[in-house]
C-alpha cells in the first residue's frame, strides 16, 4: 500500500517513525537500503527527521530521467541543504537554476584536462614523501595516510602553497575540521546548535571561524598579488569572470574553496583506501596490477602522463567505485508533480537516485557483489547503471581530477610497495559524515617489493 500524507501518495517503505529510520541510516545505512529494497523492490520511500520524504530509485529508466530531467523541476541545491552550515549558502553543491549554472562555468576551467595534468608531479611526489614515513612490515591505519596525501595535494593544487608556517597552520585547522565534520550526529540539525565548547556543535563552529579566517586571508593575499602567471586553481577563481565580467564575490570564492577541500579531499582519500582492501582481498587482481606498472615504469620511476593508459589500473579503480561508492546517493527535490521511469510522485519529496543499490544490483551487474575489475576493461557502463560521481548537469566537476589523483597515488605506491591485510581485523563499512569509510582507519602492512 502507498502512503500518504502531505506529499500525497507515495511508493512504500519502511514504516518505522523517522526517528528511527533516521538511526538506522546513520548507523546501520547499508543493511537499511538493502533490506528495504528486499522487500519493497526498487523504488520505495525513506523519512528522515527534518527533511521531506526521500524516494530511493535504482532503475536505470527511473535514474535516466531524474538525470536528464528539467533542472528546474529537480532541485539538487535543495536536496544538499544539510550541507549549508559548513560549506556555505554561495556553494556549488547548494545552488539551483541560473545561479548553480554561474558558478559551475566559473569553476570549471581549473580542472580541464590538460590543465590538470600538470598536477600531476606534485600528485606523485607527494605521495613519495607520504610513503618514506610509513612503517614496514607493522600494522598501521592507512586511510590517516591517503586523507594526508589528497589534503597536501589540494593545499599544493587548490591554493597553490609552499612549506611553510601559513601551510601548516591551514593544514593543521583543516585537518581538525575534516575529522570534526565526519561525525554522523551533524547530518541532524538538533546536533549542530552550539551549547558550549565541547559539544559538536561548539566544537564545528569554532573550527569553522579558525578556518574561515585563513580562507579569507588567502582570498585577499591572491587578489592583492593580482599575478596572472600563477596555476594554482584559486587564482584562477579569484581572476575568473562571468558572462558579464563579474567576478566572485569574497564570500563566493569562500564557500566555493571549502566545497573543494571537503569534497575532493575525504572522498578521494577514502576511495584510494577501499582501492587497497579490495586488492589486498583479491592479490590476484593485484599482482595483475603490479605487473602492469613493472612493464610501465621498469627504472621504478612514476610518469604521472603515462598512468592514464593503464587500462587494469583504471579497472580496478572503477569496480572499487562501483561496489564501494564513497558517496551512496544524491538528491533532487522536486519542484512539481513528476513521473520519473513510471513512477508518479509528488511535489516536495526528493527523487533520490541510489548509486550504491544501483551498483548492486543483478538486473545490472552480474554477481554484483564480486570484485572482477574486467567488467571495466571493454566496455563503457551507462550514466544510468554506474554513477559514481552523480550525473547530469550536477556531475561532479572534479571527476577527472579525482581519477586522475587515484591513478598517480596508486601507481606510486604499488610500484615500490605491497599491502597485506592486518590480522585478526575485519574491514567493515562505517559512516562518515555523508561518506561511506572503512573501519578502523584501514589497517594495513606495507612491505618492500
Not at 590543465?115 to 611526489?125: P, V
Not at 587494469?312 to 527535490?333: F, H, Q
Not at 584501514?442 to 617489493?449: A, F, N, T, Y
Amino acid at each position: 500500500m502507498r502512503s500518504r500524507g502531505a506529499h500525497g501518495r507515495l511508493p512504500p517503505g519502511p514504516p518505522a517513525p523517522a526517528a528511527v529510520q533516521t538511526a538506522l541510516w546513520i548507523r546501520k545505512p547499508i543493511s537499511f537500503i538493502r533490506r528495504a529494497r528486499a522487500r519493497y523492490g526498487e523504488t520505495f520511500t525513506m523519512r528522515l527527521v527534518g527533511m521531506p520524504p526521500f524516494v530511493s530509485l535504482s532503475t536505470p529508466d527511473a535514474i535516466k530521467a531524474v538525470f536528464t530531467g528539467p533542472s528546474d523541476d529537480l532541485h539538487a541545491g535543495e536536496a544538499n541543504a544539510v550541507l549549508e552550515p559548513i560549506l556555505g549558502e554561495h556553494s556549488v553543491l547548494l545552488l539551483d537554476g541560473p545561479r548553480h549554472m554561474r558558478q559551475r562555468r566559473l569553476l570549471l576551467p581549473p580542472f580541464h584536462g590538460q590543465r590538470m595534468r600538470q598536477y600531476g608531479e606534485t600528485m606523485r611526489d607527494l605521495t613519495l614523501a607520504s610513503m618514506a614515513t610509513w612503517p614496514r612490515g607493522e600494522v598501521f591505519s592507512v586511510h590517516a595516510h591517503t586523507q594526508a596525501i589528497t589534503l597536501d595535494v589540494i593545499l599544493r593544487t587548490v591554493f597553490g602553497m609552499e612549506d611553510g608556517a601559513a601551510l601548516a597552520e591551514l593544514r593543521a585547522r583543516l585537518s581538525e575540521l575534516l575529522e570534526g565534520v565526519s561525525n554522523p550526529l551533524l547530518l541532524v540539525p538538533a546536533f549542530r546548535v552550539d551549547l558550549g565548547p565541547r559539544t559538536p556543535g561548539g566544537r564545528l563552529r569554532r573550527c569553522l571561524e579558525e578556518v574561515d579566517r585563513i580562507l579569507f586571508a588567502q582570498i585577499r593575499e591572491r587578489r592583492a598579488e593580482g599575478r596572472s602567471d600563477r596555476q594554482d586553481v584559486l587564482s584562477m577563481l579569484v581572476e575568473a569572470t562571468d558572462e558579464n565580467g563579474e567576478r566572485m564575490l569574497e564570500q563566493e570564492l569562500r564557500d566555493e574553496l571549502m566545497t573543494l577541500l571537503l569534497a575532493g579531499h575525504e572522498t578521494t582519500a577514502t576511495s584510494l583506501a577501499w582501492t587497497l582492501h579490495r586488492l589486498i582481498r583479491h592479490p590476484e587482481a593485484l599482482a595483475r596490477l603490479q605487473a602492469e606498472l613493472d612493464e610501465a615504469f621498469p627504472d621504478g620511476e612514476i610518469d604521472p602522463d603515462a598512468v592514464r593508459e593503464l587500462k587494469w589500473l583504471d579497472a580496478v579503480i572503477k569496480e572499487t567505485l562501483r561496489l564501494n561508492p564513497v558517496v551512496p546517493l544524491v538528491g533532487r527535490g522536486l519542484q512539481r508533480p513528476m513521473e520519473l521511469g513510471g513512477v508518479a510522485l509528488p511535489a516536495g519529496v526528493v527523487a533520490v537516485p541510489n548509486i550504491y543499490l544501483t551498483h548492486r544490483s543483478p538486473d545490472i551487474w552480474p554477481e554484483p557483489d564480486r570484485f572482477d575489475p574486467s567488467r571495466f576493461l571493454d566496455a563503457k557502463p551507462s550514466p544510468y547503471t554506474f554513477f559514481p560521481f552523480g550525473g547530469g548537469v550536477r556531475r561532479c566537476i572534479g571527476m577527472a581530477f579525482a581519477l586522475y589523483e587515484m591513478q598517480v597515488v596508486l601507481a606510486t605506491v604499488l610500484r615500490h610497495l605491497t599491502p597485506e591485510a592486518a590480522p585478526g581485523v575485519d574491514i567493515r563499512l562505517v559512516r562518515r559524515s555523508v561518506t561511506f569509510a572503512p573501519s578502523d582507519g584501514m589497517p594495513v602492512i606495507i612491505r618492500p617489493r
